[in-house]
């Protein structure tokens, strides 16, 4: 039996411009518009996705983003194929609109994993969590979104802590996730939230 055939791996010469041999998994960070909103505590998953791109690709080559939609930029490591996709020109609540019909592209050829990269009040910050599909969404409006427009929950969910004001106060919360990160909290991230990512990601790589 081809690995291929074992393993559900997808096997197609390209992929909105990106040439793909095999495929198994795809890493989507949700955000909001960059630069508009980079660096604010909402976009945590487009964060931690290019902190993890530093870490799974091979640092010979090259490691920027391809336009692979109005709205996202992917990314294919080889080997092994992993692709990254970054939601990063739409906002996070409408993400269902722009990973749902990118990822559909992959999966009509195959099994593919999917991880959502995604900001996390109920996690204090530095913190990570490998949901499996099915979990529950917590009340993240980007991942009900994505829900909604594919129909299921069956993928993944990383989520990056970010912690939460002591108010409860919708506004209160909306400018909290609105706010940039500080460089004490991004160092944690960095020094903290990478390497249980990555920890965490063996289980589905």
Not at 28 to 45: C, D, L, V, W
Not at 72 to 86: H, Q, V
Not at 113 to 129: A, C, T
Not at 178 to 205: G, R
Request: overall charge positive.
């Amino acid at each position: 039996m081809l690995l291929s055939a074992k393993y559900g791996l997808v096997k197609q010469k390209k992929w909105r411009g990106l040439p793909i041999r095999y495929l198994s998994t795809c890493l989507t960070g949700i955000g909001n518009p960059e630069p508009q909103y980079g660096g604010t505590r909402h976009n945590a998953g487009l964060m931690m996705l290019d902190l993890l791109k530093d870490k799974l690709v091979d640092s010979n080559r090259d490691k920027s983003f391809k336009k692979c939609s109005h709205a996202a930029a992917g990314y294919l490591s080889a080997p092994p194929d992993l692709l990254l996709i970054r939601s990063d020109a739409n906002f996070i609540n409408l993400s269902g609109k722009t990973v749902v019909p990118l990822w559909r592209k992959l999966t009509k050829h195959g099994n593919v994993k999917h991880v959502v990269v995604h900001d996390e009040l109920s996690l204090p910050l530095g913190k990570v969590q490998l949901r499996k599909p099915g979990t529950s969404l917590r009340g993240h409006n980007g991942l009900k979104s994505i829900y909604s427009h594919l129909g299921h929950g069956d993928f993944y969910r990383l989520a990056v802590g970010i912690g939460r004001p002591l108010e409860r106060d919708p506004k209160i919360v909306a400018d909290y996730v609105l706010a940039k990160f500080t460089p004490q909290e991004l160092a944690l991230i960095q020094a903290q939230a990478l390497p249980n990512a990555l920890n965490l990601l063996k289980t589905v790589l």
